[in-house]
């Protein structure tokens, strides 16, 4: 079945360093969403990527789909303590619409 | 605009038993999905109702079923539990088109411990 593996699982990074995080499908995805959850939390959608080699920006967070559509990233620039989460990307393919499938996410942890 | 709601929030079970789970959507979403999440596998897919049929379903037992009513609140119940189904288990809705994802609302989530 469908895999979705997310690189790097931890990430430590002081308080303005820059996070990336990476996100690589066995399969091609129809489309991509990216989800934070913070300790305690649940998971809070971010961005939903669609097309092939689509960017899309908020604020400090850079999201890219590549072109084949098995691949993504999430970039996000000068870090603050409110970023502290774990990141999640999840895709879908086919026509299995309604079904997402995780990566393992990357816990972001930033030192003041 | 009221979020999901699940309940109950916090759950301790017995080997064996089973437990039904609950989780209301936001007004107007049709789509419910369930997920399982654990440290050790993380966020797992164990199925997906829209307009009370089951659309998608993950690789999960048998011991897992849901269902969804006409108001689109769903229930998954777990028989003869195990220790492994210690888990917290989110319930997500979401406006889903029939060709289309969209963005996924997640409840709190139940806390179930097996014991």
């Known amino acids: 079945g469908q895999q979705v593996m997310q690189i790097p699982q931890y990430q430590h990074v002081q308080e303005g360093e820059d996070f990336t995080t990476y996100c690589n499908s066995s399969t091609t995805l129809s489309n991509i969403q990216w989800y934070k959850q913070r300790p305690g939390g649940h998971p809070v959608f971010l961005i939903q990527l669609v097309k092939s080699g689509e960017v899309k920006k908020q604020k400090r967070l850079t999201f890219q789909f590549g072109e084949a559509k098995k691949n993504s990233s999430l970039h996000i620039t000068a870090t603050q303590t409110t970023d502290v989460g774990t990141y999640f990307c999840a895709g879908s393919s086919g026509t299995s619409y309604g079904k997402l499938t995780f990566g393992q996410g990357t816990i972001l942890t930033v030192h003041p | 605009k009221a979020g999901v709601t699940q309940t109950p929030r916090y759950l301790i079970k017995t080997r064996g038993q089973q437990v039904t789970l609950s989780c209301s959507p936001i007004?107007?979403?049709?789509?419910v999905s369930w997920y399982q999440q654990t440290p050790g596998q993380g966020l797992q897919f164990l199925f997906e109702?829209?307009?009370?049929?089951?659309?998608n379903k993950g690789n999960f037992p048998g011991r897992f079923s849901g269902r969804q009513f006409s108001n689109s609140r769903s229930e998954m119940n777990v028989s003869t539990l195990e220790l492994g189904d210690s888990a917290l288990y989110l319930c997500a809705s979401s406006l889903r088109q029939d060709s289309m994802n969209t963005e996924a609302f997640f409840g709190q989530g139940t806390r179930l411990t097996v014991v």
């Open positions: 007004s107007g979403h049709r789509s």
């Open positions: 109702y829209f307009s009370e049929t089951q659309r």
